[in-house]
C-alpha cells in the first residue's frame, strides 16, 4: 500500500499550477492521500479527493465550511497499521514530543502531522512524520512524505521538489564574505 502525505498546500484555488506535476503524479499513484490539514478552501479538498482515497483533517487555516465538515483528529487503518492524522501535535520544529505522545494517546503506530511546515520523520516505540509543506516551506524545500506499508511494517522517505524555498534556506545559501561588503 502506498500512502502520499501532505499538508499545509495552502491553496486559495486549485491544485493544477500549484502543485508540482511530480507532486501530482504521486497523488494519482497512491492507494491513500493523506492531507493532515490547512487546504485552505473545500475545492483544494474536492479535487485531491478526486485523485484518489482521500483521508484528511482540517487545519487552523482552512475555511468555516471545511471545518465543520472535517475532524481535528483522525485515525485510519491502513495495510494492518493504526496511523493516526492530526493538524498540530508538535511544539516546535525541533521538539515533537509532543506528538510522539499524542500517538499513543490516539493508539495509532504512525502519527501524519502538519503545521508546521517541514518535514520530519521519527522513530521510537511509535512513528512522528510530518510530510512539510510542498507549497509554503519552513526552513526547508517544498516536500511531501511517501510511505510504503506492507505487511504491517512501514517505510518512508520525505521527497523534496523544486519550487520556492524557505527565505532562511536562501539566505543560509548565499551568506558569505562577498555578500557583506566591506567584510574581508
Known sequence: MKIIAISDTHIKDTIFGRLQDRLLMMLRKADIII????FVTQQVYDELSGISRLEAVHGNMDEPA??????ERKVIKAGGLRVGIVHEAALSIQDTTG???MA???G???LIFGHIHRP?????DVIVACPGSPT?????????????????E?????????????GSIRSAATFGSDTFPGNM
Open 154 to 166: 512501514v517505510s518512508g522517505r520525505i521527497v523534496t521538489f523544486e519550487g520556492a524555498v524557505c
Open 136 to 152: 509554503s516551506p519552513r526552513l526547508s524545500e517544498p516536500s511531501a512524505l511517501e510511505l510504503i506499508i506492507e505487511d504491517g
Open 35 to 38: 492531507h493532515a490539514g490547512d
Open 120 to 124: 520530519v520523520i521519527e522513530q521510537s
Open 66 to 71: 471545511l471545518v465543520r465538515k472535517l475532524t
Open 104 to 106: 499513543k494517546e490516539m
Open 99 to 101: 506528538a510522539r505522545y
Open 108 to 110: 495509532a503506530d504512525l
